[in-house]
């Protein structure tokens, strides 16, 4: 089941709910919550990738002569994981689209100020064809939404139009989607659940703690 108000999209399969349940209990281990978020990344990036254009060929079957469609070869992907936890969708995402770019995008938050700190990326200065370019961003949590603006303004600068430019995450704050669709409104979010709130110190509640230590086992 899908529900899509104003440019957010969020999945509601049962086996994305069964893992998200996964995710969230503080007893899952890092090897099982990495397995659950590569399963719940498999269901969005389908839906998310619904936008990449598609080009007719001529092909051969085994039978007769047809006509066929592929990923328009003239399209550009890029698969953005946001470091660090945007990683456990990276391989996922690699799998779908095995031509893509994958441009990994450093960022992570000030514990204090809240406020994204960049640290490493290695886009181009410019593109060849903006317009033909489709960018996935993946990161688990969309939390006040500093991080993701950040990140998606990247490849705004570069004259990626918004709408050919999709955020893919586990969890989002109402806080963090309001943030994100005042920046960038044409920017399609996909999500498998909008949690209640964040708490005094920017995390999501109910949501799963910190989700870049629970994927790497750097909680102490
Ligand atoms: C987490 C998460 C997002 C960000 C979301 O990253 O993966 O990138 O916080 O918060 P925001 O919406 O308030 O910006 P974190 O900064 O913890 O870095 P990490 O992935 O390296 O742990
Ligand atoms: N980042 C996380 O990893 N978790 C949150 O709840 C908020 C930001």
Do not use: W
Not at 17 to 34: D, G, P
Not at 179 to 195: G, P, R, W
């Amino acid at each position: 089941m899908k529900s899509l108000v104003e440019n957010l999209l969020v999945i509601n399969h049962p086996v994305l709910q069964h893992n998200l349940t996964v995710l969230r209990n503080k007893n899952t281990s890092s090897e099982l919550f990495r397995n659950a978020a590569r399963r719940i990344a498999q269901i969005l990036l389908i839906n998310a990738t619904d936008n990449i254009p598609l080009e007719t060929v001529n092909i051969e079957t085994p039978l007769v002569q047809s006509k066929a469609n592929i990923i328009d070869t003239k399209a550009e992907v890029i698969i953005a994981p946001i470091l660090r936890a945007g990683l456990a969708f990276s391989g996922v995402a690699s799998d779908i689209l095995p031509t893509a770019r994958v441009h990994h995008v450093g960022l992570y938050r000030d514990e204090t100020t809240l406020k994204p700190v960049s640290y490493y990326n290695n886009l181009p200065d410019e593109l060849n064809n903006p317009d033909r370019t489709f960018v996935y961003l993946l990161d688990p949590m969309l939390a006040t939404g500093g991080s993701a603006v950040a990140a998606i303004k990247l490849f705004t600068d570069l004259n990626i139009p918004q709408g050919n430019i999709r955020f893919i995450c586990l969890i989002s704050a109402p806080e963090g989607i309001k943030k994100l669709q005042s920046v960038f409104s044409e920017v399609k979010i996909i999500t498998a659940c909008v949690d209640e709130k964040l708490n005094n110190i920017g995390y999501i509640l109910p949501g799963l703690g910190d989700a870049g230590d629970r994927t790497f086992n750097t909680v102490y």
